[in-house]
């Protein structure tokens, strides 16, 4: 496909970011994730002049003003109004919706101002590429610094902008819920250095595969009546909970695979998986918390599964069982853990412990991101919702799930080595309930 930028842009906040704004300071869990960008791109049937969406974006950057500003020393944001960059772009051949069905990222990323995989230099904390199909859709691809933002604020902040975009004509202002500053207050920043300098590059990857795989609403229902059924214990576990026991039961199947009669590793076999579950934490502080409340709030549940190195393995994967783990390692992330985590700095204990081990060959760790429920779906900027949400990254082992487009499935975006993934593909469980995208690159 050939892909022409046309214009690039500077946009600024309409109003000046009063002075007693001018300074936003960072939160501790601010401090402790990747200095890097993560994406999101937004697929739209049709669309609409680029005017319209600057001149929304330029308010809604005064309610957001840290994403117009400057990031300084891993410890606040200067609000000096320096801007986000606005780059508008045309695919002059090519067919959106052959881009949405064959999801394959060397497209993708093409959607999206930046590439983490390459480097992790951070310049704005806000960049927008809009992209205009000669089919008539468009796609507007977004990255957001990970310092300053997470998925749920970037959500919110999408579905302000088309807010804006409509206008106060569309019935609709009272819906207006501009962002809420105050994790720095529940989770005071430290005097540390930048500890995660080198954790976008691990992230991220130029030899890594990411593909979709989508899982039907009905499929999921079945599998979790399944697991009701032989684990009655359980209760019901939630639709990211059966996904994610799908995904990490492949998974230790592929990894086992990975050092298993293959001529090239000459290592140690790998004998555990520690899977991180990311966890919005703003339902889970006491009181919660808003939902538009700016920045990282969010903390992990962490899962160390064994690898099982008989070859059997594919045959014995309980989904019960794991959906079970999940579940229980999920609802441990609750106000009292957090606190004890962050607010007494438990975690940097842990990950002093960590270093000071080193990163044994034998353990892989795989991250698993839930974007479900969060309003990517409700960024209308006047010409309908998304049709479809796509990720543009190359992240290595890890996983992203985003809600289908009505429907109650599950698009999962999941990244790895070749190797593994060609595994992880044909594991039994991915093949019964999900269908993959086309990408072979």
Known sequence: ME???????????????????????????????????????????????????????SETLTH????????????????????VTFIEAHFHRGDMSEVIQQAKTNILEQLIPCKPHESTRVEHNLIVQVNYFGCGGMAIGVCFHHKVADA?????????????ARGAGAGDTNDFKHAIYDSNSIFPAQDLPDMSVNLGLVLFSLDSVVKRFTFEGEKIASLREKIVQAEPGLGRPSRVEVVSSVILGALLAAYRGSRDGDEEFTTAPLTHVTA?????????????????????????AFLNLPIDRDHDHEKKINHGSLAGQLHQSIRMVDDQFVRKLYVEGEILNIRKAVEAQGSPKSNKVFVISSWCKM????????????????????????????????????????????????????HPGILAYTSSSTDKA
């Not at 109003?15 to 994406?39: E, W």
């Not at 579950?277 to 969010?298: D, Q």
């Open 3 to 57: 892909l022409r930028i046309s214009s690039t842009e500077n946009i600024k906040p309409s109003s000046p970011t009063p002075d007693h704004q001018r300074t936003h300071k960072l939160s501790f869990i601010d401090q402790l994730n990747p200095g890097a960008y993560f994406s999101i791109i937004l697929f739209y049937s049709a669309g609409a002049s680029s005017e319209r969406l600057k001149k929304s974006l």
């Open 64 to 83: 957001f003003y840290p994403f117009a500003g400057q990031f300084k020393d891993n410890h606040f944001v200067d609000c000096d109004d320096h801007g």
């Open 152 to 164: 749920a604020t970037a959500a919110n902040f999408l579905k302000t902008w088309g807010l804006h």
């Open 276 to 300: 991180i579950i990311a966890v919005n934490l703003r339902k889970r502080m006491n009181p919660p918390l808003p939902e538009e409340s700016f920045g990282n709030i969010c903390s992990a």
């Open 375 to 426: 309003p990517f779906y409700e960024a209308d900027f006047g010409w309908g919702k998304p049709v479809s949400i796509g990720v543009g990254t190359r992240f290595t082992e890890a996983a992203v799930l985003v809600d289908g487009c009505q429907t109650d499935g599950i698009e999962a975006w999941v990244g790895l080595s070749k190797q593994d993934m060609a595994r992880f593909e044909q």
